[in-house]
């Protein structure tokens, strides 16, 4: 059996993101409009994927050794979602015996102690593509698995990560050959993840997989779990906000899906700063993510945890966010938009002056919408009338408040959360420089 460390390398991406024009990337997933492909018609509930969530894998003995209070200490965190690796193709059992178990602990106390705190619980298994049964059979053999009392996985997920098969084109044949497979034996409504590779890496370095197939997946997969691992490409604050956005814009452009489903797992837990976490998870708001989670639950700090509670738990977006300011429709959880339930980034480019911000809210209510401006908190938003869109509010943001070079962004966060939504919505969003 391998150990945990060799497990980890083979996660790690490599190299640094590459650069992308950021503006851009929002313009596009602004305006482009996409549908997804026939074959995710079926639209099955992703909730699984939604929010905070947080991984064990085969070596985590902390987990395994007592995954009732495991799972009590990521009930107490906030986690909504465990994601528990059944088995991998390093597994010396023969490929009858799918199911990873220690000692008297198995995958069922897992499926038990989450269920009863109101935690989702995803199965993932990582393939070798080798071209025999075995990675089929381990992976219907998690989606099968039963407890006793007939509790199952909320989902499964295949980690696309295994380069041992040298050539990319046999590779991605047969990873499109085993996810098809297994989407025909499960039917369209089941939730299926697909877990790859940091994109950023894969777009650096070519020979890691090239041409890799974003697109079929997109056309079999529902969620796109990336492995980001910004704490493998640099260090810092600004490493951690632009290797996670240049993650969502790759899978984005790609699969030429802009409101693609993507839960983003961020980086080493054990190596994160909360710096890096708060970093990572303000690029999951602003991109508008569907979840997010480090790796793993048992090296997660107390300061990457208190950061995590900011995960979003969004639906899917349409359009995507960031806007770009100047886009005038409403968004929200509004009349005719609910995608927005919690909050909506704009972004523009380098500011060198003070701009007059503009905007309308619906059905404002006193201290319920906040407004940031590159995540400075600038005011609580004044009232206005009761299901009804306010007139044309503007406000001065001085120069100290905005980037003269790159990015900015603007930020609407209504009060309400997952379950209790608060009615609100923004359009018409726009920069301007005072009159003098």
Same mark, same amino acid.
Request: glycine share 8%.
């Given at each position: 059996?391998?150990?945990? *460390? ?6 790690? *991406? ?24 026939? $074959? ?55 490929? *009858? ?53 007939? !509790? ?15 050539? $990319? ?10 996810? *098809? ?106 991109? @508008? ?17 208190? %950061? ?8 899917? !977006? ?5 806007? %770009?300011? @100047? ?19 704009? !972004? ?16 404002? !209510? %006193? ?52 379950? $209790? ?16």
């Amino acid at each position: 059996m391998t150990t945990r *460390s060799s497990h980890i390398a083979l996660r790690r *991406s490599r190299g640094a993101s590459l650069a992308f024009l950021v503006l851009l990337i929002a313009l596009l997933a602004a305006l482009v409009p996409a549908a997804r492909p026939q $074959a995710a018609a079926a639209k099955p509930r992703i909730i699984m994927y939604r929010g905070l969530g947080t991984w064990v894998d085969m070596y985590d003995a902390k987990a395994w050794s007592d995954p009732a209070a495991a799972v009590a200490d990521m009930a107490a965190h906030g986690v909504r979602t465990l994601y528990l690796e059944t088995a991998n193709f390093h597994l010396p059992k023969p490929a *009858s015996v799918s199911i990873f178990s220690s000692g008297k602990v198995t995958a069922a106390d897992f499926i038990t102690a989450c269920h009863a705190k109101g935690i989702k619980i995803v199965a993932w298994y990582l393939p070798s593509f080798d071209g025999t049964a075995r990675d089929y059979a381990r992976s219907m053999a998690a989606i099968d698995y039963r407890t006793a009392d007939g !509790q199952k996985f909320d989902s499964f997920a295949l980690d696309i990560e295994c380069t041992n098969v040298k050539s $990319a084109t046999l590779r991605t044949e047969r990873l499109l050959a085993l996810s *098809s497979k297994v989407r025909a034996a499960v039917g369209g409504a089941y939730p299926l993840g697909a877990i790859i590779m940091s994109p950023a890496g894969m777009t650096k370095w070519k020979s890691v997989w090239p041409g890799f197939p974003y697109a079929g997946l997109a056309g079999i997969y529902d969620v796109f779990v990336p492995m980001g691992y910004y704490t493998y490409h640099g260090v810092g604050y600004a490493n951690a906000y632009k290797d996670t956005r240049d993650n969502v814009a790759i899978i984005r452009a790609q699969t030429g899906l802009p409101s693609i489903p993507i839960h983003v797992i961020g980086g080493d837990a054990a190596k994160s700063s909360d710096a890096e976490t708060l970093a990572y998870v303000r690029a999951l708001r602003e991109t @508008g993510c569907i979840g997010g989670s480090l790796y793993d639950w048992a090296t997660t700090t107390p300061g990457s945890w208190a %950061a995590l509670t900011n995960v979003p738990l969004n639906p899917t !977006q349409t359009p995507a966010l960031p806007l %770009a300011v @100047g886009y005038l429709p409403a968004v929200g959880n509004c009349p005719g938009e609910h995608t927005h339930p919690k909050e909506v980034f704009y !972004q523009t480019t380098g500011q060198n002056g003070a701009r007059v911000l503009s905007y309308r809210l619906y059905d404002a !209510q %006193a201290g319920e919408v906040r407004l940031l401006v590159n995540w400075k908190p600038v005011a609580t938003l004044p009232a206005g009338p009761k299901k009804k869109w306010t007139k044309v509010r503007s406000l001065t943001i001085l120069a100290s408040g905005w980037n003269a070079s790159g990015a900015n962004v603007v930020g609407f966060v209504a009060r309400g959360e997952y379950g $209790a939504w608060s009615v609100w919505g923004v359009r018409a969003v726009t920069l301007t420089t005072p009159a003098r």
